[in-house]
C-alpha cells in the first residue's frame, strides 16, 4: 500500500509561482519514478512531468518545458513541482502519483495522491 500526500495548490495570478509537494509513504519511494498530471474540467487527466529514481532524468510535457521543474528529495520520501511563469490553462486538480515509466501516466488502480487544485486568474 502507498500513500501519498499532495500539498501547495492554491490560486494565484498569471505569470505566478507555485510549488506543489507529495509526501510519499509505505514503499521503497527511493526506487520508484515519481511524477505529477493533471485534469482540468471536462478534459482528460494528462502527463505533466516525471523523475526518475535518482532524480538524475526528468521529463515534460512540452507546454510547460521551461516553466515547470521537478525534483525530489529520496531522504524525505518528498517529490515537487515548482511552478514558474503560471497561465490560466495551467488551471487544474494536480495529482501526485507512482509512475510506471517516464513518459505515460499510471492507470487508475496505481497509487495516485488525492489532487490539489492549482488555480491561474488571468
Known amino acids: 500500500q502507498v500513500q501519498l500526500v499532495e500539498s501547495g495548490g492554491g490560486l494565484v495570478q498569471a505569470g505566478g509561482s507555485l510549488r506543489l509537494s507529495c509526501a510519499a509513504d509505505?514503499?521503497?519511494?527511493?526506487?520508484?519514478?515519481m511524477g505529477w498530471s493533471r485534469q482540468a474540467p471536462g478534459k482528460e487527466r494528462e502527463f505533466v512531468a516525471a523523475?526518475?529514481?535518482?532524480?538524475?532524468?526528468?521529463n515534460y510535457r512540452d507546454s510547460v518545458k521551461g516553466r515547470f521543474a521537478i525534483s525530489r528529495d529520496n531522504a524525505k520520501n518528498t517529490v515537487y513541482l515548482q511552478m514558474n511563469s503560471l497561465k490560466p490553462e495551467d488551471t487544474a486538480v494536480y495529482y501526485c502519483?507512482?509512475?510506471?515509466?517516464?513518459?505515460?501516466?499510471?492507470?487508475?488502480?496505481?497509487?495516485w495522491g488525492q489532487g490539489t487544485q492549482v488555480t491561474v486568474s488571468s
Open positions: 502519483a507512482v509512475f510506471r515509466d517516464m513518459y505515460s501516466i499510471p492507470g487508475p488502480n496505481d497509487y
Open positions: 509505505g514503499r521503497a519511494f527511493s526506487s520508484s519514478v
Open positions: 523523475i526518475n529514481w535518482s532524480g538524475g532524468r526528468t
